[in-house]
Each structure stands twice: as structure tokens, then as C-alpha cells.
């Protein structure tokens, strides 16, 4: 008998090149989609910046391509609305396929996972 396939909810908070958190987050994200689990993905705080289309980092590990990634393997991804406005943040500078939403949109994807991660 096979496990029951999971679904996470990962909420990245970290911005993509101060700390390896968000980077984490994805190789963790990427890993379980390659698994069969489903997973939602909530940009929040300073990790929205995670999310900004035409990253091109020097000296860093490209966190833009790896959520790229991990949205082509199948990963829903939101950000916070609040945190994009209080950072100056518009949708026209957004990968494509990440929905801007609010808390009810995070809640939402919480309340539908098996696991939530914060980091």
C-alpha cells in the first residue's frame, strides 16, 4: 500500500539573498513536488521580494529561477498584498502565475494542508 501524498503550505518571509531561508524553502518545495505532494507557496514580510520577475544575482545561488521551478512542477503560489504595498511593491513586477492575495488567502491555504512550514 502506497503513503498518502501530502500537501504543504510553505510561507517564505525571508527576503531571497540576506539569509538561505527562502532558498531552503524552495529546495524543500521543489523536493516534495518531485515526491508527488502538492504544495502552496505564501510570499509574506520581506519574502515577497522572492517573487520578483528578472532576478539576476552575482555571488548567490538565482532564487528567482528556483521558484520558477518550482511554479512549472505544479506549486501555487501567493504573495501578500499588505506586505507588496507597504514595500512598493506592484503586480506588474511579478513572475508569472503568482496571485496576490491577503490573509484569507494564506488561511485558506493552510487550512487545506496536511503540513504548514514558516520561513
Not at 516534495?32 to 522572492?50: K, T, Y
Request: hydrophobic share 40%; net charge negative; charged share 25%.
Amino acid at each position: 500500500m502506497s503513503e498518502k501524498k501530502k500537501v504543504f503550505t510553505i510561507a517564505i518571509g525571508s527576503g531571497p539573498y540576506t539569509e538561505e531561508r527562502s532558498y531552503t524553502m524552495l529546495r524543500f518545495a521543489y523536493t516534495a513536488l518531485l515526491e508527488g505532494h502538492s504544495v502552496n507557496i505564501f510570499l509574506v514580510e520581506d519574502g515577497i521580494w522572492v517573487g520578483k520577475k528578472n532576478q539576476d544575482p552575482t555571488t548567490y545561488d538565482n532564487v528567482g529561477k528556483w521558484l520558477k521551478d518550482v511554479i512549472e512542477e505544479g506549486a501555487i503560489v501567493k504573495i501578500c498584498g499588505v506586505c507588496m504595498k507597504a514595500r512598493g511593491m506592484g503586480v506588474d513586477e511579478l513572475m508569472e502565475r503568482i496571485e496576490k492575495t491577503t490573509m484569507n488567502g494564506f488561511l485558506e491555504m493552510c487550512v487545506n494542508a496536511d503540513n504548514v512550514i514558516f520561513g
